[in-house]
Structure formats: structure tokens, C-alpha cells
């Protein structure tokens, strides 16, 4: 699997907006460039995926550089409820099912 | 909640002993993971099931490590002789759409302490 590289930490500020970089240089046309966060004591939860172009939800929004060899995941207005662990993972297409996950991104939000 | 039940929540166990945890998915998910955490890493994989059928193994699943899923809808993860090293949180996910772009939902652990 392609890697992905993520800033270990991050910082933020309650209401504002939070821009969580990945790096996936090695990234193939096959991939498809998932997002997801783990809040404290809980099961990673799914944010949202993307293959080329930028995506929006009701979570976040996922930018997608043209080149695809880096995207960043948008949280709009932070809150404290989005202080958690943001895992930035390549998916296959093409070979197994499985989600492999790095060490992801920690966010600290403060009020 | 996301639906994905596991039990028990907690275990402590010593050195040796088997221990068993359960994965009650979403009932119309067909494909069920496996995974193990541990303190400051993301979760790792260690297999996968569609329906029954066992397709995915990681190397982590050394021999003392079983699963099974009998019937296609609960899974079992059994751990025998019980290490230090086998503590973590095991977590179970489970998609079941047809898609590999599918969202993964993923339960809240069964964390287990090896003394």
C-alpha cells in the first residue's frame, strides 16, 4: 500500500477553521484517499473519501491537490468535540479490503 | 452508537489464560474486520471476513490468534495463552457495501490487560 505522511500534531482554535494535511507522493490512479478520526476511548469514525476531485459533507471538506500527491481535510468552524486523532489512509482499488491505518494527526482544539 | 456491539468492553486476564471477544455487526453487513490497538499507534489489521469465509490474514495473527465468524453475522476473536504483549484494544469494523469505497463502522474495543 501506498504510504501516507501526516504532521504528528496540530493545533486549533475553537470556531476557527482547521486545515489537516496528508502527503501521499507515491500515491497510484487506482487510490482512493480516505479520512478518518478517533475521538477518545472510541472506534475510529468515518469523515470522508475522495479519488480526484475535492469533496464536501456534512463533516468536512477533503482537498485534493491536482497532482493527487497530497490532500488536505477542512474542518470548517472547530469545535471541542473534533479534538481527536486524524487518520489520513490510501485505498486500493485493486487487492485487499482492508483500511491501513498510520499513526494519524492529533488534533487539540481549544476554547 | 454505529451499531457494531462488542463484548466484553473490558478484559483483564493473566499470562496464559485464553481469552474471547465477540463482534456483533450491523445485521446487513456482509464484510467484518479485526483489528488491535495499542497505546499511540493507529489500529492495525488483522483479518477480514466476507460473510463466513476468512479472506484476510495479517501476519500479526500469530498461530495463538483465531477467528471465526459461523455464520456469517457474529465474529469471535480468540486469543490462547494470553502474552503481555497481546495487550491492547481490539477493535471490530464492519461495510457492507459492495463498494470498496464503502465506509468502514467500526465498534468501540474490547480492551484487554495481559498481566
Known amino acids: 500500500d501506498a504510504k501516507t505522511t501526516q504532521p504528528n500534531s496540530m493545533e486549533s482554535n475553537e470556531e476557527e477553521p482547521v486545515h489537516l494535511p496528508c502527503n501521499h507522493s507515491t500515491i497510484s490512479g487506482t487510490d482512493y484517499i480516505h479520512w478518518y478520526r478517533q475521538l477518545p476511548s472510541q472506534g475510529p469514525e468515518y469523515v470522508i473519501h475522495g479519488l480526484t476531485s475535492n469533496v464536501n459533507n456534512r463533516m468536512a471538506s477533503l482537498a485534493i491537490a491536482e497532482d493527487r500527491k497530497s490532500s488536505t481535510l477542512i474542518l470548517h468552524r472547530a469545535t471541542l468535540r473534533d479534538a481527536a486523532v486524524y487518520y489520513c489512509?490510501?485505498?486500493?482499488?485493486?487487492?485487499?479490503?482492508?483500511?491501513?491505518f498510520g499513526k494519524g494527526t492529533t488534533l487539540s482544539v481549544s476554547s | 452508537d454505529t451499531g457494531v456491539s462488542q463484548n466484553p468492553r473490558h478484559k483483564i486476564t493473566k499470562r496464559g489464560q485464553n481469552v474471547t471477544f465477540r463482534c456483533d455487526p450491523i445485521?446487513?453487513?456482509?464484510?467484518l474486520y479485526w483489528y488491535r490497538q495499542t497505546l499511540g499507534q493507529g489500529p492495525e489489521f488483522l483479518t477480514y471476513?466476507?460473510?463466513?469465509?476468512?479472506?484476510?490474514k495479517s501476519r500479526l495473527l500469530s498461530d495463538r490468534f483465531s477467528a471465526e465468524r459461523p455464520k456469517g453475522s457474529f465474529s469471535t476473536l480468540e486469543i490462547q495463552r494470553t502474552e503481555q504483549g497481546d495487550s491492547a484494544m481490539y477493535l471490530c469494523?464492519?461495510?457492507?457495501?459492495?463498494?470498496?469505497?464503502?465506509?468502514?463502522?467500526f465498534g468501540e474495543g474490547s480492551r484487554l490487560t495481559v498481566l
Open positions: 489512509i490510501l485505498r486500493d482499488t485493486i487487492g485487499g479490503t482492508a483500511l491501513i
Open positions: 471476513f466476507q460473510n463466513e469465509a476468512q479472506l484476510e
Open positions: 469494523a464492519c461495510r457492507g457495501s459492495a463498494s470498496y469505497t464503502g465506509e468502514l463502522f
Open positions: 445485521s446487513e453487513h456482509n464484510r
